[in-house]
T-cell receptor, first 109, second 113 residues
Framework: GEDVEQSLFLSVREGDSSVINCTYTDSSSTYLYWYKQEPGAGLQLLTYIFSNMDMKQDQRLTVLLNKKDKHLSLRIADTQTGDSAIYFC?????????FGAGTTVTVRA | DVKVTQSSRYLVKRTGEKVFLECVQDMDHENMFWYRQDPGLGLRLIYFSYDVKMKEKGDIPEGYSVSREKKERFSLILESASTNQTSMYLCASNLGTEQNIQYFGAGTRLSVL
């Protein structure tokens, strides 16, 4: 989606932390999301954050939101081979979700 | 658990054929969506339906139509398939709550030859 931008590729060593970054343009977005797509599968919601929050943590996942810079990040602690996937950032625009192009995360041993 | 089922995982069709992609959800969701996914472009919304027989165009509706005769079923129709419609097609549904979380099917990979 043209309004949501994220880098296309990330390579990380198993056990390290992964950080996936995203920028969005609509300052009125109320919710922002991270979805995960494993090979051959549809998208699965990982987590979401309400726009009045700065941070949300859920087990190995940490979401940081900087509203001033319209920047969203997803940190995965202790990255495992099962974390290899495409990660999509999305923002809510009314009834729609606008998605980024997706970041392909490759976990190497 | 919410289940969104797309009838085919893979389809191969010829240019000019009429193609139907079917999607069924089992959670009584009001809203259903069709996206296409292309590498480097992410997901782009084709059509959206907020009720039976109701539809709205998304960002790329050209060459597509949709049908929603029953609440649980949302069909995407390619009236005359073209090679540039070769893509992964994803269906999603949601309840229309404030969080607007969409639940996705596994996708249909369509090849138009």
């Amino acid at each position: 989606g043209e309004d949501v931008e994220q880098s296309l590729f990330l390579s990380v060593r198993e056990g390290d932390s992964s950080v996936i970054n995203c920028t969005y343009t609509d300052s009125s977005s109320t919710y922002l999301y991270w979805y995960k797509q494993e090979p051959g599968a549809g998208l699965q919601l990982l987590t979401y954050i309400f726009s009045n929050m700065d941070m949300k943590q859920d087990q190995r996942l940490t979401v940081l939101l900087n509203k001033k810079d319209k920047h969203l990040s997803l940190r995965i602690a202790d990255t495992q081979t099962g974390d290899s996937a495409i990660y999509f950032c999305a923002e809510r625009n009314d009834y729609k979700l606008s998605f980024g192009a997706g970041t392909t995360v490759t976990v190497r041993a | 658990d919410v289940k969104v089922t797309q009838s085919s995982r893979y389809l191969v069709k010829r240019t000019g054929e009429k193609v139907f992609l079917e999607c069924v959800q089992d959670m009584d969701h009001e809203n259903m969506f069709w996206y296409r996914q292309d590498p480097g472009l992410g997901l782009r919304l084709i059509y959206f339906s907020y009720d039976v027989k109701m539809k709205e165009k998304g960002d790329i509706p050209e060459g597509y139509s949709v049908s929603r005769e029953k609440k649980e079923r949302f069909s995407l129709i390619l009236e005359s398939a073209s090679t540039n419609q070769t893509s992964m097609y994803l269906c999603a549904s949601n309840l229309g709550t404030e969080q607007n979380i969409q639940y996705f099917g596994a996708g249909t990979r369509l090849s138009v030859l």
